[in-house]
């Protein structure tokens, strides 16, 4: 069933650290309203051939995305692995679950 929803779009980049070793941070957090669609069952077989773990469809304002690839729903991150843009400026974000995302900062 789809619904509307509030998304958090978390933006991230990269710092040394005191050691001069590059880490990852999460940088900004942007909550958006969002329609949650359920992955149809084409896409989940596809992703799945690649290697991924589909489990959204957020579409969220095109002009609301500057191409962060982790999102925060319901309480839990997720990884951005494709986008499409569709028809009346919407964007259409592709998601997994995906360890990794769900770090120390998270």
């Known amino acids: 069933m789809d619904k509307s929803d ?8 990269y710092e040394r650290d005191d050691n001069g070793v590059m880490q990852l941070v999460y940088t900004t957090e942007c909550e958006i ?3 949650v ?3 149809t069952r084409n896409e989940f077989f596809e992703a799945g051939r690649n290697g991924l773990n589909p489990e959204y469809k957020f579409l969220i ?7 962060e690839r982790v999102v925060e729903y319901d309480g839990k991150r997720y990884a951005v692995y494709r ?10 974000l592709y ?3 995906q360890g990794g995302t769900n770090g120390a900062q998270g």
């Open 61 to 67: 304002f095109f002009g609301d995305y500057q191409n």
């Open 95 to 97: 998601v997994e679950r």
């Open 33 to 35: 309203f969002c329609q």
């Open 37 to 39: 669609e359920s992955i």
């Open 6 to 13: 509030v998304l958090k779009l978390i933006g991230q980049s």
């Open 83 to 92: 986008t499409f843009r569709g028809k009346n400026d919407v964007i259409e």
